[in-house]
T-cell receptor, first 112, second 111 residues
């Protein structure tokens, strides 16, 4: 079946460090890919998305590029802030309004 | 534009008791989802509605869980009776096309 695999956390970084969270997927078709972020005690917020190969999603300094050849959608940020501390979820959707398939999430802690 | 609204935010009950969660989706969103998120895991779908019709409830434990979406707007998810293993965060999401928007969730603790 369709699945998403994320690097295990927790990830702890100092402020202004470079962030990479790896995400790979397995899908029977051509999915759209998403990163959601969950701050403590809150629901999931859409961070960015990409709908086809080579698309780059970006938001709030975060970026991820849809790589069909490596079935990956790694999340990157050049300089993290304490306020970026949260759990990050990679997810895919095959079409339209079908359910999202999530990875297990990666907890990021940024220390000053 | 208002986001997805859920209530209550927190609920503590004893096992075997009933519990209900309510969701109001973003206005105009025809598709509504209920997900369950266990501790340290990603959300998993329980049920999906297109307007008032449940089009995917294959993962809903129908012996104790039920859901409804009257008039194709608000939705209620019910558990009766609750078990210890039902402790989780219950998330509601809605979408118009592909992108899903989530509410803050209801954190359920069954004692």
């Amino acid at each position: 079946g369709d699945s998403v695999t994320q690097m295990e956390g927790p990830v702890t970084l100092s402020e202004e460090a470079f962030l990479t969270i790896n995400c790979t997927y397995t899908a029977t078709g051509y999915p759209s890919l998403f990163w959601y972020v969950q701050y403590p005690g809150e629901g999931l917020q859409l961070l960015l998305k990409a709908t086809k190969a080579d698309d780059k999603g970006s938001n709030k300094g975060f970026e991820a590029t849809y790589r069909k050849e490596t079935t990956s959608f790694h999340l990157e940020k050049g300089s993290v802030q304490v306020s970026d501390s949260a759990v990050y979820f990679c997810a895919l959707i095959l079409s339209g309004n079908t359910p999202l398939v999530f990875g297990k999430g990666t907890r990021l802690s940024v220390i000053a | 534009e208002a986001g997805v609204v859920q209530s209550p935010r927190y609920k503590i009950i004893e096992k075997k008791q009933p519990v209900a969660f309510w969701c109001n989706p973003i206005s105009g969103h025809n598709t509504l989802y209920w997900y369950r998120q266990n501790l340290g895991q990603g959300p998993e779908l329980l049920i999906r509605y297109e307007n008032e019709e449940a089009v995917d409830d294959s993962q809903l434990p129908k012996d104790r869980f039920s859901a409804e979406r009257l008039k194709g707007v608000d939705s209620t998810l019910k558990i009766q009776p609750a078990e210890l293993g039902d402790s989780a965060v219950y998330l509601c999401a809605s979408s118009l096309q592909e992108t899903q928007y989530f509410g803050p969730g209801t954190r359920l603790l069954v004692l």
